[in-house]
T-cell receptor, first 113, second 112 residues
Framework: QQQVKQSPQSLIVQKGGISIINCAYE??????FPWYQQFPGKGPALLIA?????SEKKEGRFTISFNKSAKQFSLHIMDSQPGDSATYFC????????????FGQGTRLTINP | KAGVTQTPRYLIKTRGQQVTLSCSPI?????VSWYQQTPGQGLQFLFE???????NKGNFPGRFSGRQFSNSRSEMNVSTLELGDSALYLC???????????FGDGTRLSIL
């Protein structure tokens, strides 16, 4: 079964700190790895995505680090702000004609002011 | 550019009834996927449609079905509702299935 394991389940970080969320996958056939941010009452919003042939991708304060040999990837949020408080989901995507996302269980991030 | 629109936002049904949820993708997007989100199981893939054809299906019973119209709008139907079907149902669209998916805000379905 295709699985993506995400940790931690919840995370509390002080304002200005670095938030780090980790994911591990089993299937090597995934084509890319997106991260989504979800606020209460809203659908997941695409934050950033990375292909498996890239080791790091940065967009503003958000960075994905990807370790293909270890089958792990992580999201780093630099200078974390209270507005970043949300649930974050990592995902792994298989593209075989159709596109199918396998999601991690989510991390509830709280940034304390 | 308008995002993915899902209607209705909230629904309350009783066991045994059926329900139809609607999704309008981002203009130009031809791939539409549906997901179920619950606190216990997280986000689970239901099915994906492209050009009115179902291309992929998750591990859900046959009570869950869908369709896509020629304008790429999609509907999802759940028959013989069970208490366990209470969830947030999310629709996502993408260009041609190889670009990242963009989600709507979902339909919150509550079964009494």
């Amino acid at each position: 079964q295709q699985q993506v394991k995400q940790s931690p389940q919840s995370l509390i970080v002080q304002k200005g700190g670095i938030s780090i969320i980790n994911c591990a996958y089993e299937n090597t056939a995934f084509d890319y790895f997106p991260w989504y941010q979800q606020f209460p009452g809203k659908g997941p919003a695409l934050l950033i995505a990375i292909r498996p042939d890239v080791s790091e991708k940065k967009e503003g304060r958000f960075t994905i680090s990807f370790n293909k040999s270890a089958k792990q990837f992580s999201l780093h949020i630099m200078d974390s702000q209270p507005g970043d408080s949300a649930t974050y989901f990592c995902a792994a995507v298989i593209i075989q004609g159709a596109q199918k996302l396998v999601f991690g269980q989510g991390t509830r991030l709280t940034i304390n002011p | 550019k308008a995002g993915v629109t899902q209607t209705p936002r909230y629904l309350i049904k009783t066991r045994g009834q059926q329900v139809t949820l609607s999704c309008s993708p981002i203009s130009g997007h031809r791939s539409v996927s549906w997901y179920q989100q619950t606190p216990g199981q997280g986000l689970q893939f239901l099915f994906e449609y492209f050009s009115e054809t179902q291309r992929n299906k998750g591990n859900f019973p046959g009570r869950f079905s869908g369709r896509q119209f020629s304008n790429s709008r999609s509907e999802m139907n759940v028959s013989t509702l069970e208490l366990g079907d209470s969830a947030l149902y999310l629709c996502a669209s993408s260009l041609a299935g190889v670009q990242p998916q963009h989600f709507g805000d979902g339909t919150r379905l509550s079964i009494l």
